[in-house]
């Protein structure tokens, strides 16, 4: 399986932006799609994430509200759009993938698959 990551770059705050993962290769009905983000000087951290079936949807507080995750699974396809960007969300934001998808995870060890990451800048 293969995760190619898109659609970052530079806006000023308040703006918005849409991220693009396109998974690959062999994958599960059942997988779960996750988009984690890595601020300098960070830890990675959770931000979203989505069940490819069914479509349930799960949010770090942080970005609850402003980031609304979606998926097309005829493109194999999962968006994040952003909304109401603020600098606190400059990051490498990457997406994985969950083969399983038994339990949606918000840590990264349980993600199998990983994109190369987007990066985002939000000034102020």
């Known amino acids: 399986v293969q995760l190619q990551a898109s659609g970052g770059g530079l806006v000023q705050a308040g703006a918005s932006l849409r991220l693009s993962c396109a998974a690959s290769g062999r994958t599960s009905s059942s997988y779960v799609v996750g988009w984690f983000r890595q601020a300098p000087g960070k830890e990675r951290e959770f931000v979203a994430a989505?069940?490819?079936?069914?479509?349930?949807?799960y949010y770090a507080d942080s970005v609850k509200g402003r980031f609304t995750i979606s998926r097309d699974n005829a493109k194999n396809t999962v968006y994040l759009q952003m909304n109401s960007l603020k600098p606190e969300d400059t990051a490498v934001y990457c997406c994985a993938l969950d083969a399983q998808g038994r339990v949606v995870s918000t840590t990264t060890r349980a993600y199998d698959y990983w994109g190369q990451g987007t990066l985002v800048t939000v000034s102020s």
């Open positions: 989505i069940r490819r079936s069914g479509g349930s949807t």
